[in-house]
């Protein structure tokens, strides 16, 4: 199959969360069940340029119809990864992807609506016909609109669609003049059926379009799929899943083993394997030299997370002061596009600057991030709530124990040494239910108590939690089966 995603992100390239690594990680298992693959990105001025092999123009002045204009762009090729790569350029206008950061920007939903049409403009004129389109989030909601409006029409109709929901949260929310810029008629879908929004009524809905006018729809875990058609987690999005629920369904993201593997991580100090978990230690001592933690018989429990009231927070905070009382190092990487959230914990890392059990980064930095899977005892994901969570599966593979609370992703995969309903060796992490301070404690208490009290136990929690298969193997397998089927 022939098959492109169009997307606002691509690790390691242009990332800001989960949805960067799922676009790298399915693609590559994609190509190699042999389909061919290809990405459509935004060419940011901030992307990480030492991360693309080859960058050079290949198509010059593609011009996209765009508010009675038409907008000049270049197309620039690359590898990332291996995989092939196209960044959309449009110049002269509005620097929509020069601003030195992704998201945040007043014009989100324009430059994104932007880009969408941009993407199939490229694909008509260079003449590609995938088999499948697969597009990510409400940035790129518009495209399955768009290719049922204009581009079925002119050659692209053999196309599928297949559309991923990573986060609720944020469904891209607009008024007319976007969808009138990119040539959609807007008194056309501004009705309950269409791309209306459920809650907020004179707006339109970018991935409520995407959800109505594509192929398939799909999110990130089984659970999350339950919560968004069943629960607030919707965010108003759950009388439309409900009506397209016979095209939609959960598929629980996998990550990269050939990224995230302490096998062959060239970011950690000391590889090591199921059978030589011994080797973990020499990145513990690593870590603590790096971010001058003292050397001593305690668990480190960390966090590696967007800072942002989604991750819990006020929990993040809470576990801090709780883990320096109960005789553990508490090591935290995060940042957040909030000034005030990072304000916050900086004021937090400032009062605890002469402690020697703690570390606070208030930064994005991938290779410490590697470093902290590996050093730690324990990886924190106190979510309110969670699509998939890539966290909890890179801490697994690296033998580093998951805490987490009872939502979305993390529900699918992290199984309670207590009380799951599992068999032992199938167990691997520490669960919560209550998203308050008790219900963060009753974890911590149980998880620290076991490595404080019952080694030989906490070892055989982090050998179940190497031992588990979160590869893009079954993931890769079950979205070719949802391809071939709406290919038919
Ligand atoms: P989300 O997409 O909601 O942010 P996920 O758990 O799906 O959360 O994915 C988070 C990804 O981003 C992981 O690869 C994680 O290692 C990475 N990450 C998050 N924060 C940081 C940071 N401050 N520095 C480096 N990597 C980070």
């Known amino acids: 199959m022939y098959i492109i995603m169009v997307t606002s992100e691509c690790a390691p390239v242009a990332k800001v969360g989960g949805l960067a690594d799922v676009v790298q ?33 290949t198509y010059s002045n593609l011009k996209v119809p765009y508010h009675d204009q038409q907008v000049p762009c270049d197309v620039y090729f690359g590898f990332v990864d291996g995989l092939k790569c196209f960044f959309i350029r449009p110049y002269f206008y509005k620097n929509f992807f020069d601003r030195g950061i992704l998201y945040g920007h007043h014009d989100d939903p324009e430059r994104f609506a932007f880009f969408s049409r941009a993407a199939l403009e490229f694909m008509l004129k260079s003449n590609k016909h995938p088999d499948i389109i697969h597009c990510h989030d409400w940035q790129t909601g518009l495209v399955p609109v768009l290719l049922y409006d204009v581009y079925k029409y002119q050659g692209m109709s053999h ?30 879908y501004f009705n309950h059926h269409q791309l209306q929004d459920d809650h907020v009524h004179s707006a339109f809905n970018l991935m409520k379009g995407g959800i109505v006018f594509s192929n398939f729809v799909t999110t990130v875990s089984p659970r999350y799929a339950w919560e968004i058609k ?169 033998g580093t124990v998951p805490i987490v609370r009872n939502t979305g992703g993390l529900a699918c995969t992290i199984f309670d040494a207590d009380y799951a ?46 031992r588990c298969d979160y590869s893009w193997n079954r993931p890769g397998s079950d979205y070719t089966k949802i391809y071939e089927y709406i290919k038919e």
């Open 25 to 57: 990680g399915l693609s590559r298992e994609l190509e190699i069940r042999g389909n061919a693959v290809e990405i459509i990105l935004p060419f940011y001025d901030c992307m990480r340029f030492d991360h693309i092999w080859g960058l050079q123009k």
């Open 159 to 188: 196309s599928r669609v297949c559309y991923t929901l990573h986060n609720l949260m944020h469904q891209g929310l607009c008024g007319p003049d976007i969808l009138r810029q990119v040539g959609l008629d807007p008194a056309h």
């Open 230 to 398: 069943n629960s607030d987690q919707g965010y108003g999005l759950q009388n439309t899943l409900h009506t397209h629920a016979a095209k939609f369904g959960g598929v629980l993201n996998g990550i990269d083993y050939n990224v995230w593997n302490p096998e062959i991580d060239p970011h950690i100090t000391r590889q090591y394997s199921l059978n030589h978990i011994e080797d973990k230690y020499k990145n513990k001592e690593a870590l603590r030299h790096r971010l001058l933690l003292r050397q001593d018989m305690k668990p480190i429990i960390a966090v590696v997370s967007r800072l942002d009231h989604q991750k819990g927070v006020n929990l993040i905070r809470h576990a801090i002061t709780y883990s320096l009382a109960h005789g553990c190092q508490f090591v935290l990487l995060g940042s957040s596009p909030d000034p005030g959230i990072n304000h916050d914990f900086q004021q937090i890392k400032h009062r605890l600057n002469d402690n020697p059990d703690c570390h606070l980064e208030i930064s994005y930095n991938e290779e410490l991030a590697h470093l902290i899977y590996a050093g730690s005892d324990m990886l924190l994901i106190p979510s309110a709530f969670e699509p998939c969570g890539l966290t909890q599966l890179i801490a697994l593979k690296y």
């Open 421 to 466: 309903h599992r068999p032992y060796n199938e167990r691997n992490g520490y669960v919560f239910n209550d998203l308050n301070n008790e219900g963060l404690e009753s974890a911590m208490r149980r998880a620290i108590g076991m490595w404080y009290i019952y080694p030989r136990h906490f070892r055989e929690l982090m050998e179940n939690g190497m």
